[in-house]
């Protein structure tokens, strides 16, 4: 997969904000059930990592391979996690913004400038003083350091839904992730939703039953 104008857009960027290039990706704003997962990456300048893409343009099984490679080769790397009862009681939007501050807090390296996926920056404090950045709309697929972070938040996320499906078996977590495929919603209105299922979110399934 060529992947050259991912890490060329990160070239330019750097030229004038600084080395130190953060990419914020999330995965999990859409499902169900199961909390809102982001990761934030920081790759060395010079990096190529061969089949980079968006999370969504790559097979579960490249994900894993690629996620290890980021892990490895990234200068730094933070996961942030809002579960369940946190997108209930504050919404989904700003419990991924708060995914998101989680994820670059955990970086062991502070950026010089975070770039996020979508079209909302949440904005970021490090020390006291607001870390600058913008947003980028389909920036997974733009910008290596954001591809790298959907990549991570995607990963992660699958294994702890893949997990959870050991707690609540008679959903499928570990095929559908918590997304509301066909299965999943009969399973809801047969059995009703589990202590991981956001119920803000299947107000329109239970009233149509």
Same mark, same amino acid.
């Given at each position: 997969?060529?992947? #050259?104008? !991912?890490?060329?857009?990160?070239?330019?960027?750097?030229?004038?904000?600084?080395?130190?290039?953060?990419?914020?990706? +999330?995965?999990?704003?859409?499902?169900?059930?199961?909390?809102?997962? @982001?990761?934030?990456?920081?790759?060395?300048?010079?990096?190529?990592?061969?089949?980079?893409? &968006?999370?969504?343009?790559?097979?579960?099984?490249?994900?894993?391979?690629? &996620? #290890? /490679?980021?892990? #490895?080769?990234?200068?730094?790397?933070?996961?942030?996690?809002?579960?369940?009862?946190?997108? +209930? /009681? =504050?919404? =989904?939007?700003?419990?991924?913004?708060?995914?998101?501050?989680? @994820?670059? &807090?955990? !970086?062991?390296?502070?950026?010089? *400038?975070? !770039?996020?996926?979508?079209?909302?920056?949440?904005?970021?404090?490090?020390?006291?003083?607001?870390?600058?950045?913008?947003?980028?709309?389909?920036?997974? @697929?733009?910008?290596?350091?954001?591809?790298?972070?959907?990549?991570? @938040?995607?990963?992660?996320?699958?294994? !702890?839904?893949?997990? *959870?499906?050991?707690?609540?078996?008679?959903?499928?977590? +570990?095929?559908?992730?918590?997304?509301?495929?066909?299965?999943?919603?009969?399973?809801?209105?047969? =059995?009703?939703?589990?202590?991981?299922? /956001?119920?803000?979110?299947?107000?329109?399934?239970?009233?149509?039953?």
């Amino acid at each position: 997969m060529n992947n #050259t104008s !991912l890490f060329e857009f990160d070239t330019q960027i750097r030229a004038t904000k600084g080395a130190l290039l953060c990419g914020v990706d +999330e995965a999990g704003r859409g499902p169900l059930a199961g909390p809102v997962v @982001a990761a934030a990456v920081i790759l060395p300048e010079s990096i190529q990592i061969d089949d980079l893409n &968006d999370s969504k343009k790559v097979s579960e099984k490249q994900r894993v391979v690629l &996620d #290890t /490679r980021i892990r #490895t080769q990234a200068l730094s790397f933070g996961i942030g996690v809002a579960d369940v009862q946190t997108i +209930e /009681r =504050i919404n =989904i939007l700003q419990a991924t913004f708060l995914a998101m501050r989680r @994820a670059v &807090d955990n !970086l062991s390296v502070q950026p010089e *400038y975070v !770039l996020v996926d979508g079209r909302d920056f949440p904005g970021f404090e490090c020390n006291g003083s607001s870390l600058p950045g913008r947003s980028l709309v389909k920036g997974d @697929a733009r910008s290596a350091v954001v591809a790298a972070a959907s990549i991570l @938040a995607k990963v992660f996320r699958d294994k !702890l839904m893949t997990q *959870y499906a050991a707690q609540y078996p008679e959903y499928g977590f +570990e095929k559908h992730k918590g997304y509301g495929t066909k299965f999943h919603r009969e399973q809801i209105l047969r =059995i009703g939703p589990s202590a991981l299922h /956001r119920k803000t979110f299947l107000r329109k399934i239970l009233r149509e039953s």
